[in-house]
Structure formats: C-alpha cells, structure tokens
C-alpha cells in the first residue's frame, strides 16, 4: 500500500471515528437531560401533593396553614444536684411527654443520653434506681491519699473517672449516640481551642464523660485525639443549639434556681465552681432576654434548699421529689396540653406563656426574678423591640459559633 493510500485510509477511519464518538456523546446528552427532566417533574409533582396533604391537615376552616412545632428538651448541668431532673422526667413521662430531640450538658448529659435510649417511666424508674444507689466512694472513689494533698499532686484531676464511668455506662441501654430513641446532642470544651464542641455521634459513654470533665475534679476525656472537658465552661443550658436546630418550643429542666446569689466559700474547689456557676448563670440570662420571635421556653428549675457540696449524694431522695414538686408545678400552671405535643400526638394545646413565678407575673420573654426559688417561662415578643426599647431577638455580635463534631474521615 503506497504512502498516500494509506493516508487517506487513516483520514478516512479517523473522520467516521470522530461523528461516531460525537453522536454517541449527543446522546448520552440528551438521555442525561431527558432523566434529569423526568425526576425534575416527578419531584416538583411530590411537592405539590406534600402541600396539598399539609394545607388539608393543617386547615382549620380559614386556610390557615399551622406548622408542627418541633419540641426540644434540653437538660442543664449541676453536677449531684442532677438528681432534680430525675423527679422532673418522672412527671414529664407520666402526662406522656416524649420531645423530639434532646441537648444536654454535664450531669445533664449524662440524664439526658440514659433518658434518650429509653423515654418511657420505666426507662426513667431505671434511672432513679442509679442515683438513688450512688454515693460519694461510688463516683469519687478513694485512694490512698487524702484531704488537702489530693490537691497538689502533679496530676490533672483530682479523682478519675472510673466510678463515673461504670454509673454512666450503668444507665446508658446503647452504645453509639446515633443509637438512641430520641436524637441527642452533648456538648463538651475543647482544651485545643476553647470553644464548644457537639457530639451528634460516636461512642455515647465517651462524649457523655468529656460532657462531663469537671474541671480539677475529672481528667480531660480524649476523643479523636482532641482533649475535652465539662461543657458547662461554655454552654450550661444548650437553648441556642436547640433553637438553631429548628425547635419551636424548649423545655428546659434546670438543676438551680435561673437566678444565681453567690455565696462564701470555704475551699478553693468551692470558689472555683462559684466563680464557674456566675458565668453560667449570666450566659443563661442572655440567651433567654434574647430569644426569637415565635419561640416558647418553658422552664423547671431546682432551688437551694439542699446541701452544694459537689461531692455529697446524701440528698438525692430530697431533690428527686423537689424535682416532681416543680414539674407538678409547671403542669398545674400551665396545663397539660403543651406536654403531649412532642413527638407523637401533636394536638395538644399550647399554654399561655410568658407568666413569671408562681405568685407573680414577670416579663414577657424573661424568666421572672426567682424569689420563690422557681423559674419562670419565657417568650420572646412576636414583633416590636424588647421592654427596655432595644431589639434582642437576633444572637449576640461577635459570637463564636459552636463546633459540631466532623464527620468520620474529614
């Protein structure tokens, strides 16, 4: 074959090689968009019949299209004192109450994980038996060391974390977060960086221990090679995660009066968990003077009836039944309508908020002055600017946003 009959040979397999990749590159195209085009209108069709099954649920004779509140249940931290909440979730649980999601921070991580796994009175019996067994050598065993010298021994706690760990690992039914009945959130601080760090997933003992790293009094907990700490250092009552989160009402079950008189103080750990508990206290006061439009909280808190030793369970029996005795409170009040509009029935009536403590009416979207040792409920105004003429529904400038954790392998 000469030269130039080979050359057109080429030229012209080359040439049939090329219309032949261009055709079938057109209708990979066209099958491509055509499919594209298909799902396009089978989801916009989706859509419109969502709307059309929501505007029929919804409607309630004047077209009106009422949206299904997303209940919140965030537990705050307190360290012995958690037993309050125990008494709380055994009333919530006896009207039925079951939230869509929990946040909770410290021992109120710890309440709320177990309360995760099984949210049901018998779940919450389960519960009360661990704490009515707990005792000062249960969490913070003994050594061989004692007293003063406990505190100037190089090392970065005071007691391990061990007998907290088998108790938290006692009363968790589950071992991944993701596990849970109810989705839930704990939050812990990070010693890399300082700011608050959320465990969506993962092991649930492991986050619910860094939740509750007291600072001196629990070693750091490490978890992908970043050490953490208690999170009440940064976010004690987690409102704000929950509303970011797309809550519409809180519940919130606080372990202390909202209002916080410090008191003298008679050891170093002592003034250094006064010092702790003003911040958290003034961190709570903001975020509830600073709510968003449409946003109900409602609020059972402790009182300071009982002993504040960090270390003293002598009086748990005595805050489980402060805890029913405020929940029973709150339901009397307010009604028991908003319990069961959680996850599952949601045809319950909202209570009228905004009303402060018992005895007394307090500012609408504050939590009233706490004379009485109890929280009032708060909701922000629906439009206009706060009492004192200044607008606070949006969050603070300057904030740090909250991390969550990554995802695995980012």
């Known amino acids: 074959m000469t030269t130039e009959a080979a050359d057109t040979a080429f030229t012209v397999v080359f040439t049939v090689f090329v219309i032949a990749a261009l055709t079938l590159l057109v209708l990979v195209v066209r099958f491509t968009l055509q499919r594209a085009?298909?799902?396009?209108?089978?989801?916009?069709?989706?859509?419109?019949?969502?709307?059309?099954?929501?505007?029929?649920?919804?409607?309630d004779g004047d077209g009106a299209d009422e949206r299904r509140p997303v209940t919140a249940l965030v537990l705050a931290g307190g360290g012995t004192r958690g037993a309050v909440q125990i008494g709380m979730l055994q009333v919530l649980t006896e009207y039925g109450f079951v939230p869509d999601r929990i946040y909770g921070c410290s021992v109120g991580a710890m309440n709320g994980v177990a309360f995760a796994g099984d949210p049901t009175p018998g779940g919450?019996?389960?519960?009360?038996?661990?704490?009515?067994?707990?005792?000062?050598?249960?969490?913070?065993?003994?050594?061989?060391?004692?007293?003063?010298?406990?505190?100037?021994?190089?090392?970065?706690?005071?007691?391990?974390?061990?007998?907290?760990?088998k108790v938290v690992e006692d009363g968790i039914g589950f071992e991944r977060l993701e596990d849970a009945v109810i989705p839930v959130e704990v939050v812990a601080t990070s010693l890399t960086d300082g700011r608050e760090r959320w465990?969506?997933?993962?092991?649930?003992?492991?986050?619910?221990?860094?939740?509750?790293?007291?600072?001196?009094?629990?070693?750091?907990?490490?978890?992908?090679?970043?050490?953490?700490?208690d999170g009440a250092v940064v976010n004690n009552v987690p409102i704000r995660r929950a509303i970011d989160g797309g809550a519409t009402r809180v519940v919130v079950?606080?372990?202390?009066?909202?209002?916080?008189?410090?008191?003298?103080?008679?050891?170093?750990?002592?003034?250094?968990?006064?010092?702790?508990?003003?911040?958290?206290?003034?961190?709570?006061?903001?975020?509830?003077?600073?709510?968003?439009?449409?946003?109900?909280?409602?609020?059972?808190?402790?009182?300071?009836?009982?002993?504040?030793?960090?270390?003293?369970?002598?009086?748990?029996?005595?805050?489980?039944?402060?805890g029913r005795k405020e929940a029973e409170e709150v339901v009397r009040r307010y009604g028991s309508g908003w319990l069961a509009s959680g996850s599952g029935n949601l045809n319950g009536a909202t209570p009228a908020l905004g009303a402060g403590p018992a005895g007394g009416a307090g500012p609408e979207g504050g939590v009233g002055d706490g004379s009485?040792?109890?929280?009032?409920?708060?909701?922000?105004?629906?439009?206009?600017?706060?009492?004192?003429?200044?607008?606070?529904s949006s969050a603070p400038s300057g904030a740090t946003s909250p991390l969550t954790q990554p995802e695995p392998g980012t």
């Open 37 to 59: 085009a298909a799902a396009r209108s089978r989801w916009l069709d989706d859509q419109d019949g969502d709307q059309a099954d929501g505007d029929q649920d919804g409607d």
């Open 124 to 165: 919450v019996e389960r519960m009360t038996n661990i704490w009515t067994g707990l005792t000062r050598d249960t969490v913070y065993p003994q050594g061989r060391l004692h007293g003063p010298w406990l505190y100037v021994r190089q090392r970065d706690s005071v007691y391990s974390n061990e007998g907290l760990r």
């Open 199 to 229: 465990f969506t997933f993962g092991p649930a003992v492991e986050a619910t221990l860094a939740s509750s790293a007291i600072p001196t009094i629990f070693p750091p907990v490490e978890i992908d090679g970043e050490r953490y700490i």
């Open 253 to 322: 079950l606080l372990c202390a009066p909202p209002v916080y008189s410090p008191v003298p103080t008679r050891r170093p750990v002592e003034a250094m968990l006064n010092a702790l508990l003003i911040s958290i206290h003034a961190r709570f006061a903001r975020d509830m003077a600073q709510l968003p439009p449409g946003v109900e909280v409602i609020v059972c808190s402790g009182n300071e009836s009982f002993t504040r030793d960090f270390d003293d369970f002598s009086t748990t029996e005595n805050l489980i039944a402060e």
């Open 372 to 392: 009485d040792g109890r929280a009032g409920v708060g909701r922000a105004p629906l439009s206009g600017p706060d009492a004192d003429g200044s607008n606070t």
